[in-house]
Structure formats: structure tokens, C-alpha cells
């Protein structure tokens, strides 16, 4: 059964041609039970293993997230499915991220509104969001949603969960979600919209325009390790994946220096060189990142900063590349990351002062190099977040209680005056000193060692007693998803899970196989992997 889960077959597979005499083989006695009879025990089991996550995330210290994505399959069906992930860190400081939900319920006329920017996706989405927030418990945990960066969509969606929910914490307000667009999305939206034009014909008959040429041109791809390029790839990836060969294969086979040869349309000129070249240094860092956001589930959301930072400084230099007006529109790039960027770098910054290895004094480095006069600005609004958040969040211990009443006991105490107004001065400033020592402490305190095999949540988890208010915020704020779509539809129009609501399976067995996989998939390695029923 677990075979069947990981790999999506259909359960008709174990009474195949080929597999059934392989069991034969292993236990001749072996009594094949009916095909509808599998199927349902397996629904048993599924049942019982969404139980035991319900029960798990009830009992998760901190909030959780969810994420939600949708794909169009086949237009004359008019087939979509949306797909809903939720994320929160446990008891024991490991990230979860399991799908609940993969439906492909919504067909037809009812589900013509999916299509992005349309009104009724609003209706749809709200729908869908609400039923799974109800079904499994989510009210009192539900943080903040990540959906495809539509404005109405992310609004509206959000402003409808918000009136059922119930519990005590928050990251934006009480009763309010946290909405950040999905940025694998974005960044995908931020080159396609900008690109101006496709010279790939050009540069893919250059280099495979003789068999010598050709063998080159596939020995430079296998070693760029680049995740291929297919049929369904965005436009712009496709063209990425070209051009960053052509700029290694050029080495082999350089443009010719003469210049008549350059009238030639199928043949690639020096300007044509650089266009890429600058297309490359924009495209190469965006394929970095959403690689990164998209990628191994044990990614926690202060690593995206690093990789959204490397797109900062090429953004920067973009007036200063050469023929970028070939390739893609500038002003476009600039206006479209901009936006993205008001949106996406508070959070991400408040994630990063929560790594130990970096802190408050990273981020005030980088932003002062990066935005001179603007940098005090986006210091003061990371300091004023980091400040709310934690007293906030101190409220769960009952420190800022305390204090509070100790401010309120003594500012009623009877002080002869004119000293009165000193001493209540002095005694709220030593209250306020009182109250941040948690957070300044660890603030001046020393910086862990920068290498790739510090696991920061097992640093949260072994100092939470040190910092308990802070490790209540990170607890949350690290599982904050960068993106809905998931790691195999990254680069693609279309995720290959759609394959399975192709009629293969009833639509609650493909709904609960695919949620299965993702439990699977993001317990492998874990303590609960190895007691999941599958």
C-alpha cells in the first residue's frame, strides 16, 4: 500500500500483468484480496492517519499556516483542482508540511471563477479555505495564509476566515491573518511580464547546427544541473535554461569575428551575446531562489532571505548591464520587484534576526549598504515589529503582566512632589529595561558560527529555555510558507499531480492519495514516518 501512496499508482497495479506473478513468486499462498476491497481499506487508514494529524496539530505549541494553489487541467473538461498545505512546527521542533486537502471537486461552471483575477474566485477560494479551516479544527491556531499573489483574492479570501477565528494569537492584529503573496509565483511573474524578446530559435540553431555541434550542446547542459526544461516549463525558464548553455558553449564554439556573417538571422551576433548575458544575470538568481523557496521541506523561512537579498543587489545593477533592452524591460523588473519586496521584507527580516548566526545587526548591515538614506527607514520598521511581536508574545509567559502591574502599583503610590514625576520616570524606565531583557540579551549576545549544517530550529528547541518569549516567535515565524506551489510544479505550468484526477481513481481515493504522499514525503527521515499506518 505504501508503494501505491508514493508513487500515485492506481490500485489496479497490483492485479497487473506484471506485478501480480512477482507476488506469486514471493508467497505462492497468497490470497489477492478484491480491488474495491483494498481500496477501502485503505480510506480506513487514511481516515485514521488524518485523525492523528488533526490530534498533532491540536497539540502543536505554536500557530499554523496554510498555503493554497490551484491548477487548470484541460480545457474542454474545464478541470481544476486546488490544493491546500498546511505548515506549523511541533513539540518537538520539527517542521511540518502537509497537504490536507487536493480536490478536484470544482468542475465546470462552478469552478470558472478559479481562473486568476476573476471575481469569483473570490467565492471559490473563501469556500474552500472556510470548509478546511472547519474540518480540521483550525480556528484557534490559523496564523497567517499564503495564496497566488492576486490582491482581491489574498484580501477578500482572508477577510472571510478572519470572522471564525477564536484563538489569542496573532501576527498582524487580533482576529487578523497574516497574507503574504506566494513568492515563487511572484518571481516567476516578475521576469515573464518583463521579457521582450525570445532569441532562443537563433541560439538553438547555432548550436546544434552540425553533429559535433549538437554533442557539445547536450555535454553542456548534463553539466550545468540545471532540473530540465520541459514541454509544460514557464517561458521564461525554457529560455534560461538555452541561454545559460549558449554562454558555456560559446566557449567552444565562439561567435565569428567577422562581422558579415553577422546578417545572417539563424546565426546569433556579439549583441545578441550580450543580451543574454544580462538576461542570464536577472534569470539566475530568480531560478536560485525559487528553487530555494520551492525546495526540501525542512527549509525554514529566514534561509529565503538570503537567496531574495542575492536578487537585491543584480536589481541594483540592472541600468549598468549591457543590451538589456533586447531581452527584458527594465523598468518592468524594477517596478514589479519593488512592490513585491514593500511586501515580502519586513517578515523575512524579522526571520533572519531570529537565526542566531545573524541577528538584528545582519539586517541593519545590509540595508544600510544596499538603501543609504531609505535604509533608517526599513531599520525602524523591522525594530518596531521585532519590539511589537515580542511583548506580545511575553503576554503567554505572564511577564508583561507582571510588569504591567508593577508599572500600574507603582504609579499609584503616593511620592511627595516635585520628586514624584522622577521617580515614577525612573521607575517605568526600569520596568521597560525589565521588560525587553529577554530580547536585548539575546540581541548583544554572541553570533553562532555560519556553516551549512547548523539546524536552527534544534538551536531554538535546546535554548527555548533561555528565551522562552523568543522561542515562542520563532516557533511560528520560521514556518511562515514562502510559496503555494510545490517543489515538482516549480518550474511548470502544471503539477504533475493533476495526473492522478484523470479518472484513475474515485475523486475521495485521489484526494486522499495524494494528501497520503505528501504525509509520506514530509515524514521521511522523521520519528512519525516510521509509525504511519501506509
Excluded at 153 to 180: F, M, P, Q, W
Excluded at 476 to 489: H, K, N, Q, R, T
Amino acid at each position: 500500500m505504501r508503494a501505491i501512496v508514493s508513487k500515485l499508482c492506481p490500485f489496479s497495479a497490483m492485479y497487473g500483468a506484471s506485478f501480480a506473478p512477482f507476488l506469486a513468486g514471493r508467497n505462492p499462498v497468497l490470497n489477492m484480496v478484491p480491488q474495491a476491497t483494498l481500496e477501502e481499506k485503505f480510506l480506513s487508514v487514511y481516515e485514521k492517519e488524518k485523525q492523528k494529524l488533526k490530534e498533532k496539530i491540536t497539540a502543536t505549541p505554536g500557530g499554523v499556516f496554510l498555503s493554497l494553489d490551484s491548477w487548470y487541467w484541460d480545457a474542454d473538461v474545464e478541470l481544476y483542482i486546488i490544493c491546500i498545505t498546511v505548515h506549523f512546527i511541533d513539540g518537538d521542533w520539527n517542521i511540518n508540511r502537509k497537504t490536507i486537502r487536493c480536490s478536484p471537486k470544482l468542475v465546470g461552471s462552478y469552478m470558472l471563477g478559479l481562473l486568476p483575477r476573476l471575481k469569483s474566485n473570490i467565492v471559490n477560494v473563501k469556500m474552500v479555505l472556510k470548509e478546511v479551516v472547519q474540518d480540521w479544527g483550525l480556528q484557534e491556531k490559523l496564523l497567517g495564509v499564503t495564496l497566488q499573489p492576486s490582491e482581491d483574492s489574498i484580501k477578500e479570501a482572508s477577510l472571510h476566515l478572519e470572522d471564525d477565528l477564536t484563538g489569542r494569537k496573532y501576527l498582524v492584529a487580533k482576529c487578523k491573518l497574516l497574507n503574504i503573496p506566494c513568492m515563487v509565483t511572484a518571481l516567476h511573474e516578475l521576469i515573464e511580464d518583463s521579457i521582450i524578446c525570445d532569441m532562443t530559435p537563433a541560439w538553438s540553431c547555432y548550436m546544434t547546427s552540425s553533429p559535433e555541434r549538437k554533442q557539445k550542446y547536450e555535454q553542456v547542459l548534463s553539466q550545468l544541473h540545471l532540473d530540465g526544461a520541459s514541454y509544460g516549463s514557464k517561458n521564461w525558464y525554457s529560455q534560461f535554461c538555452l541561454y545559460e548553455a549558449a554562454l558555456q558553449f560559446i566557449k567552444s564554439f565562439p561567435l565569428p569575428e567577422d562581422r558579415r556573417h553577422q546578417t545572417n538571422p539563424l546565426r546569433p551576433s556579439f549583441d545578441d551575446l550580450e543580451a543574454i548575458e544580462s538576461f542570464c544575470k536577472i534569470a539566475r538568481p530568480i531560478y536560485i531562489a525559487v528553487k530555494a523557496i520551492s525546495g526540501p521541506h525542512n527549509v525554514m523561512y529566514n534561509s529565503y532571505f538570503h537567496v531574495i537579498w542575492r536578487l537585491v543587489a543584480v536589481i541594483r545593477e540592472l541600468p549598468s548591464m549591457n543590451n538589456t533592452e533586447r531581452s527584458f524591460h527594465v523598468p518592468v523588473v524594477q517596478k514589479e520587484f519593488d512592490n513585491n519586496w514593500r511586501k515580502w521584507y519586513l517578515w523575512l527580516s524579522i526571520a533572519v534576526v531570529l537565526d542566531p548566526r545573524y541577528k538584528l545587526g545582519f539586517i541593519e548591515l545590509c540595508f544600510r549598504q544596499a538603501f543609504s538614506h531609505d535604509a533608517g527607514m526599513y531599520i525602524s520598521e523591522v525594530r518596531a515589529k521585532l519590539y511589537e511581536l515580542y511583548i506580545q508574545y511575553s503576554y503567554d509567559n505572564g511577564q508583561s503582566n507582571e510588569i504591567l502591574n508593577n508599572r500600574n502599583s507603582d504609579s499609584g503610590t503616593q511620592i511627595s512632589a516635585p520628586l514624584d514625576n522622577q521617580i515614577q520616570n525612573y521607575t517605568i524606565a526600569q520596568a521597560t529595561v525589565e521588560e525587553f531583557k529577554e530580547l536585548h540579551e539575546y540581541l548583544v549576545g554572541g553570533l553562532c558560527p555560519q556553516n551549512d549544517s547548523f539546524d536552527i530550529l534544534k538551536w531554538w528547541r535546546d535554548n527555548s529555555s533561555t528565551y522562552p518569549t523568543l522561542a515562542k516567535m520563532a516557533r511560528d515565524i520560521l514556518a511562515i510558507p514562502g510559496c503555494a506551489v510545490s517543489a515538482e510544479s516549480a518550474f511548470d505550468s502544471c503539477d504533475q499531480r493533476v495526473e492522478v484526477f484523470k479518472g484513475k481513481f474515485r475523486p475521495e481515493t485521489a484526494e486522499a492519495l495524494v494528501c497520503a504522499q505528501s504525509w509520506i514525503k514530509s515524514s521521511a527521515g522523521a520519528d512519525d514516518g516510521n509509525n504511519m499506518l501506509f
